[in-house]
């Protein structure tokens, strides 16, 4: 059974509330028309079809990591920085619900979340590690990531590179807006999903249909 199968059947309900019936006819025609019209209906995703900006960062153990690593996996990816009094720990838990969702089904080893620190000089390797069971991320498909101490902007300059700004301000506070980004197997940005009201369930179908798009 495909995986598109079974998260139909796990979440039938949802789906059928929103008015969509995912099936498995081919994997494009489903990715094409839930782009070109159910996701219509979500106000705040933005489609976009561009190539993802490169970057290779480190994670908690200084292990290099490119986004490259990753060609074969759906990406979810959002920058943040833990000192944010206020949005940024509620966007790891948005996100953090979103990918309990999709590791209660097969595309749990078909997508990949990440976040990346805006703040490297006070995000160190021991603040980025307790960040994950802080705020209900798992560790076995979620990675925090950062340019380092030694390159403090470069993560805001590739936040720029995604087309939003981190504009840092007195005390070290940014200003900056919310964006949870998907980028398919090939490395193609295709959503921005813009603040935190946006629908879990379209979020997790638009993962669904990326995950099992051959294209």
């Not at 969509?20 to 976009?48: D, N, W």
């Not at 993802?52 to 920058?79: E, I, Q, Y």
């Not at 300059?157 to 840092?168: E, I, N, S």
Request: net charge positive; proline share 5%.
């Amino acid at each position: 059974m495909t995986v598109i199968k079974v998260y139909a059947a796990m979440l039938s309900a949802l789906i059928i509330g929103l008015g969509m019936v995912l099936t498995a006819p081919t994997a494009a025609h489903s990715l094409k028309k839930l782009e070109g019209t159910f996701l219509k209906r979500e106000r705040y995703a933005q489609i976009v079809h561009d190539k993802a900006p490169a970057f290779t960062l480190k994670d908690a153990d200084g292990n290099k990591v490119a986004l490259a690593d990753f060609r074969g996996k759906v990406v979810v990816l959002h920058f943040l920085y833990t000192h944010c009094p206020d949005v940024c720990p509620l966007h790891s838990e948005k996100i953090a619900s979103v990918q309990q969702s999709v590791n209660s089904t097969p595309m749990k080893g078909l997508v990949k979340f990440l976040s990346i620190t805006t703040d490297p000089v006070r995000d160190t390797p021991a603040v980025m590690k307790a960040h994950g069971p802080d705020h209900g991320l798992d560790p076995v498909n979620w990675m925090f990531l950062s340019s380092g101490v030694d390159q403090p902007a470069a993560t805001r300059d590739l936040a720029g590179r995604f087309g939003f700004k981190f504009t840092l301000g007195k005390d070290g506070y940014q200003m900056h807006g919310i964006v949870t980004m998907l980028i398919d197997k090939s490395g193609i940005l295709r959503a921005k999903y813009h603040g935190l009201k946006f629908g879990e369930t379209n979020m997790i179908i638009h993962i669904n249909a990326l995950s099992n798009d051959t294209h």
